[in-house]
């Protein structure tokens, strides 16, 4: 659970847009490092899911790191953030399993970025015996942009 600005009690709940709620004092506040979560989450979200997206496929890349780096930052419990983007096109646990799948079969040996973003994102999320889901979409799209990518080169 994050911990409330008001009375330091970690009785908390997320609700959207960096907002966490206090069952104790029943008071709201923000969290800075849900904030920067959120943010890059967002630009990572747009540039696989709209044509607007300003990343290429490698400074997607830096950005999943970034992201990576901040849920350990992040000090309240991860269960409850893991829904985050429910309402659009994917949910931060889908982008993380999604990505961390992706990379998996698309990387292009141990010294390369791909390999070290790969092993990031399992740091996050460990996977068991389970299967790639073919219909995770971040999975998808990342796959489309790779194709992409390297079809250029
Ligand atoms: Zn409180």
Redesign the pocket.
Known sequence: MSI??????T??NYLEKSTIE??????T?IDSVLKSIERVFNVINNSLFTINGKLDYFRLMDCLEKLCSLIEEYEGETECIWSMGEYGDCTLDDLIIGAYWHFTEWHSGQASKSYSTMCILGGIYSPGCEDVDEENAAYQMLNEMANVYYEAC
Do not use: V, W
Not at 4 to 9: D, E, F, L, P, Q
């Open positions: 409330c600005k008001h009375c330091k009690s009785n908390t206090c069952y104790d004092c029943g008071e506040s």
